[in-house]
C-alpha cells in the first residue's frame, strides 16, 4: 500500500500532467510530450531538468533512424514520489467527503 | 489535520492526473500495417486455397503462422503503435494479446466454416471469398477491438482513482 506524502516539487499543474503521463508510460520522447501537454520546447526543458535534478526523472539520448532522440522516464524515486502524491491527493479528498457526509 | 491544498485544489489536481495518463492511454493501439497485412496474409492463404494443392496450401499456412508468429509478439500489446512512447505494461495488461490473438484464431473458425458453407453451395473459390469477408472485418474490426480496449484501460484507471 502507498504511503500518502504530499509532494510540493509534483504538485504544480504543468509537472503533474508531465509527471503523470510518464508514470503510465515506461518513456516518452520529448517530442510526443511537447505535443500531448502543449508546451514550449524552452517550458518542458525547464520542467525536464527540474525534474531530473530532483533524481524523479531521467533523460536517454538513443540514436534512432540516424538521429539522436530525447526521451525521459520516470526513475522508481519519481514512481514512488509520484504515487505518494496521489496517495495522498486522493485522502484530501476521502477526508472531505467524509467529513461533508458527516454534516 | 491541516491539508496543503484545499479538497477542490486536490480534486483539480486528480483530474490532471487522469489527463496526463489519457494522453499515454490513447497511444494504445496496434501500427496500421499489421491489421493491413494480416488482412492481405489472409486473403493470399485464401486463394491458395482454393488452387487445391494441398502441399502449396500446407506450406503457405506454415509460412503464414510463421511470419504472423514472429511479428505479432512485437506489436500485439498495444504498447508500441509508434516509436514516440512505450506504454506501460501494467496499464495494458495481457488482455490486449489475448483479444488480438483470440480474434485472429475465431477469424479461422470463421474462415473454415464460412468455406464449408460457400463449397457446400457450389460457389466457386469459397475460400477466397470468405477470406476477402474475414479481410473486410480484419481491417474494420481491428482498430474498433483497440479503441474497446482503451476504453476499458482508461474505466479501470478511473475505478482505480
Redesign the interface.
Known amino acids: 500500500m502507498t504511503q500518502p506524502r504530499f509532494d510540493e516539487l509534483i504538485h504544480p499543474s504543468t509537472r503533474l500532467s508531465l509527471v503523470a503521463l510518464l508514470a503510465a508510460a515506461d518513456w516518452a520522447e520529448f517530442a510526443f510530450i511537447r505535443e500531448q501537454l502543449d508546451l514550449s520546447d524552452s517550458a518542458l526543458s525547464k520542467q525536464l531538468s527540474t525534474l531530473e535534478e530532483a533524481g524523479y526523472v531521467e533523460i536517454e539520448r538513443p540514436v534512432r533512424d540516424r538521429r539522436r532522440r530525447v526521451r525521459a522516464r520516470l526513475t522508481p524515486t519519481g514512481r514512488a514520489a509520484f504515487a505518494g502524491h496521489v496517495a495522498a491527493l486522493r485522502q484530501i479528498v476521502a477526508a472531505a467527503d467524509s467529513e461533508q457526509a458527516l454534516v | ?1 491541516e ?3 484545499t ?1 477542490n485544489e ?2 483539480a ?2 483530474d ?6 489519457r ?3 490513447d497511444e494504445i493501439d496496434l501500427p496500421r500495417w499489421y491489421w493491413f497485412g494480416l488482412a492481405l496474409g489472409w486473403i493470399a492463404l485464401g486463394v491458395i486455397t482454393d488452387l487445391h494443392h494441398p502441399w502449396l496450401t500446407a506450406a503457405a499456412t506454415l509460412m503464414f503462422g510463421a511470419v504472423h508468429s514472429t511479428v505479432a509478439p512485437r506489436v500485439v500489446d498495444g504498447r508500441h503503435r ?8 501494467e ?1 495494458t495488461g495481457r488482455q490486449t494479446a489475448r483479444l488480438v490473438l483470440g480474434g485472429v484464431v475465431a477469424l479461422g473458425f470463421v474462415t473454415v466454416g464460412g468455406s464449408l458453407a460457400l463449397n457446400a453451395d457450389g460457389a466457386n473459390h469459397p475460400v477466397t471469398v470468405t477470406s476477402v469477408f474475414v479481410a473486410v472485418i480484419i481491417v474494420l474490426g481491428g482498430p474498433q477491438l483497440l479503441a474497446a480496449v482503451r476504453r476499458r484501460v482508461a474505466r479501470d484507471v478511473d475505478a482505480d ?1
Do not use: K, N, Q
Not at chain 2, 16 to 21: E, K, N, Q, S
Not at chain 2, 82 to 89: M, P
Open positions: 489535520m491539508h496543503p491544498v479538497p486536490a480534486r489536481a486528480l490532471t492526473v487522469d489527463r496526463g495518463r494522453h499515454v492511454i509508434s516509436h514516440r512512447v512505450s506504454v506501460r505494461r496499464l482513482a
